[in-house]
């Protein structure tokens, strides 16, 4: 199986902060690598999908890099909407693996 | 709007099968393009692909829980189903119905809201 860690854990920034979460995948996956977004009680949604191109509807300030095993999910200009868990997934085999996830919580 | 729903029974047995249904509506489950997944997630845990089938009928199963899933759809009732069997506590979780989509590199465009599973005697 494809490991994918996430880093950090949790962290912890002011509304307008420019806030970056990185996954990086035990193997090469090229880009196929998807990221999301998971408030409490709730289902994950889809914000970013193959690396960097955004799901419809999500804000722009949501961006995602990369490329073969280390990527990046930034938020530009930290809501408070964004509290949430965030998490990767590599699609680029099965069995599809999420990240660990990483905690958002506004300071 | 395609949405998704899930369910059964909140309580299952320990050793005993569960047995989840996931509804599709606004769209046709047969629709090309798509697969149709279960993903599961124990409380205060990360996100478990269990597996997955197309239209067709073909499946993927994580390996981990491979010798105890089945996933099945029925394309007249625009459903696809989960059965887990000889379940422990380990199995508790909120169960996932989602779909995939090619167009948006395989990621899981749409989910069900989740069903809470407790595998308790």
């Known amino acids: 199986d494809i490991q994918m860690t996430q880093s950090p854990s949790s962290l912890s920034a002011s509304v307008g902060d420019r806030v970056t979460i990185t996954c990086r995948a035990s193997q090469t996956i090229s880009n196929y690598l998807n990221w999301y977004q998971q408030k409490p009680g709730k289902a994950p949604k889809v914000l970013i999908y193959?690396?960097?191109s955004l799901q419809s509807g999500v804000p722009s300030r949501f961006s995602g890099s990369g490329s073969g095993t280390d990527f990046t999910l930034t938020i530009n200009s930290l809501q408070p909407e964004d509290v949430a868990t965030y998490y990767c997934?590599?699609?680029?085999?099965?069995?599809?693996?999420f990240g660990q996830g990483t905690r958002l919580e506004i300071e | 709007q395609v949405q998704l729903q899930e369910s059964g029974p909140g309580l299952v047995k320990p050793s005993q099968t569960l047995s989840l249904t996931c509804t599709v509506s606004g769209g046709s489950i047969s629709s090309g393009g798509y697969y149709w997944s279960w993903i599961r997630q124990p409380a205060g845990k990360g996100l478990e692909w269990i597996g997955r089938i197309y239209t067709s009928g073909s499946t993927n199963y994580n390996p981990s829980l491979q010798s105890r899933v089945t996933i099945s759809i029925d394309t007249s009732k625009n459903q696809f189903s989960l059965k887990l069997s000889s379940v422990t506590a380990a199995d508790t979780a909120v169960y996932y119905c989602a779909r995939g989509s090619a167009a948006v590199n395989y990621a899981f465009e749409i989910w069900g809201q989740g069903t809470m599973v407790t595998a308790s005697s």
């Open positions: 997934q590599q699609s680029h085999v099965t069995p599809y693996t």
């Open positions: 193959a690396t960097s």
